[in-house]
Nanobody
Framework: QVQLVESGGGLVQPGGSLTLSCTAS????????VGWYRQAPGDQRRYAAS???????VYADSTKGRFTLSRDNAKSTAYLQMSSLKPEDTGVYYC???????WGQGTQVTVSS
């Protein structure tokens, strides 16, 4: 049974930093790219960034320069380091194994003073 579990969300002040984790089980994690998406209240789920199995990264314009992706295939975990956070970064963050229907349950990030 394949599972993805996100963690690391929380409340942070504007300008602050937070690191999210996405840990997979039941699948050959290193064979898949990992996509990160976020869903703000009342909005659709939107693409934030992605990382290939070998570590190549792509960022949405809204996250470029502030978010950094990495992964540890030995731990079956991908990381999303977020810095210079803004209130508009608030939302539920999800990870997905690219090309599959496997999603995590999401982790809430709230950026507020």
């Amino acid at each position: 049974q394949v599972q993805l579990v996100e963690s690391g969300g929380g409340l942070v002040q504007p300008g602050g930093s937070l690191t999210l984790s996405c840990t997979a089980s039941g699948i050959a994690f290193g064979s898949y790219a990992v996509g990160w998406y976020r869903q703000a209240p009342g909005d659709q789920r939107r693409y934030a960034a992605s990382i290939t199995g070998t570590g190549d990264t792509v960022y949405a314009d809204s996250t470029k320069g502030r978010f950094t992706l990495s992964r540890d295939n030995a731990k079956s975990t991908a990381y999303l380091q977020m810095s210079s956070l803004k209130p508009e970064d608030t939302g539920v963050y999800y990870c997905n194994l690219w090309g599959t229907n496997y999603w995590g349950q999401g982790t809430q990030v709230t950026v507020s003073s």
